[in-house]
């Protein structure tokens, strides 16, 4: 990759040096990514992303580069930062690689200007290219696991909301959605910081109801809209493409106007008449057997469902659910949610057990 004639003045040792441990540094990070794309995410198109970068970054590592290395005289091989020696998470894994990445192609772009008169252009290029791949890696990772969620925790507030929550992804859940109607803004924040923090620790989704806002502002995974709230195109312009948006709806005309604004997944209720939501008119079992059959993107079916109820929801055709009582005000939120998960687990398997031998 590296010219002779593009090379601006003779390379002095430290130069080589430091293109040298930052090339190390670019590749080792997204070597690392790129294993998780491969055998986390199953894609091939971001493990080739990551592969093409890694490819591009090798042909810039010259021997000239490589055999300046002098790793017993390098103070840096001594210095950690306690945070490097823990990981609590994929996804802090995968920030913390990214954020290596970026910094080390950073150092390749400035230091490189003084190596080779095309080195600082072609890292910087490669730097957006990588900030691309990283919004595109959350975007996908989230929508993966929105895809396996199959039950669906919408909180209520309780002084011991933490632990309600922790005790559920205890027993599985991967989706939480923070719904608080009465706080104020400032608790909320509070609270859906907290919480992004503890789903992400159990590789878990947080959505935050109604607010946008606090959603940007907590860094949640995405936020849930209802009739009326924002529409759903209007909060995607401000969410951008990586964030998840579920709509409430109640029928047919609702669910279409939601699936054209761009919704990723819909709420389907209420299918009991509920006191979580007393307002509001039971849908019933026959607008969830109508999403089962036209719905075009995920959907929930919500609304006084509980463990008892649960088997009719699901004969119904519903394949995931969500839930407020039934888990956040459970004895033993742990066992419920793993009751709840082991049953849409059954009903998942009799499904595709009834398509392999023709059965409708
Ligand atoms: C998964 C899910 N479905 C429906 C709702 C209800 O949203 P909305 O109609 O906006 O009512 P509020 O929850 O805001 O009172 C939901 N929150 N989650
Ligand atoms: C928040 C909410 N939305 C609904 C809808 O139909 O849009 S029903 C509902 C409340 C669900 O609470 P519970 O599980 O306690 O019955
Ligand atoms: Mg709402």
Redesign the pocket.
């Known amino acids: 990759m590296t010219d002779k004639q593009n090379r601006t003045l003779p390379a002095q040792p430290a130069l080589c040096r430091i293109l040298d441990a930052n090339l190390d540094r670019s590749r080792e990070g997204l070597r690392i990514i790129e294993e998780w794309c491969r055998f986390g995410l199953n894609s091939a198109d971001l493990a080739g992303e990551c592969k093409q970068l890694r490819q591009e970054l090798a042909a810039w590592h010259v021997a000239e580069l490589r055999s300046a290395r002098d790793t017993p005289a390098d103070p840096g091989t001594e210095l950690t930062h306690p945070q490097e020696e823990q990981r609590s998470s994929i996804q802090q894994l995968l920030e913390a690689n990214f954020c290596r990445v970026e910094e080390a192609l950073r150092v390749l772009e400035e230091y490189g200007k003084i190596y080779d008169r095309n080195m600082g252009a072609a890292f910087k290029q490669m730097r957006y290219r990588v900030y691309t791949l990283e919004s595109d890696l959350l975007a996908y990772r989230r929508y993966q696991q929105l895809l396996r969620s199959q039950l669906y925790l919408?909180t209520s507030p309780r002084d011991n909301l933490m632990g309600v929550v922790e005790a559920a992804l205890q027993g599985g859940l991967t989706l939480v959605q923070y719904?608080d109607k009465s706080s104020d803004d400032g608790v909320k924040l509070a609270n859906a910081r907290q919480l992004c923090e503890l789903c992400h620790r159990y590789d878990a989704l947080l959505i935050v109801n109604d607010r946008v806002d606090l959603a940007i502002a907590a860094d949640a995974d995405g936020v849930h809209l209802?009739q009326q709230d924002l529409p759903v195109a209007e909060a995607r312009k401000l969410l951008g493409p990586g964030r998840i948006i579920g709509c409430?709806t109640?029928n047919g005309e609702e669910m279409q106007r939601a699936v054209d604004g761009g919704a990723d997944y819909i709420?389907v209720?209420?299918v009991y008449s509920?006191p979580?939501?007393p307002d509001?008119q039971a849908a019933g079992l026959d607008y969830v057997r109508y999403a089962a059959t036209k719905s075009p993107i995920p959907w929930f079916a919500?609304?006084?469902?509980d463990i008892n109820n649960l088997d009719e929801v699901l004969n119904a055709g519903a394949q995931r659910v969500a839930?407020?009582?039934?888990i956040m005000e459970a004895e033993q939120p742990t066992l419920v949610t793993q009751f709840f998960i082991s049953q849409l687990i059954r009903m998942q398997n009799l499904k595709a057990q009834k398509a392999l031998h023709g059965k409708s």
């Open positions: 919408v719904r209802g409430s109640t709420g209720g209420p509920t979580t939501k509001r919500i609304g006084g469902i839930a407020v009582r039934a």
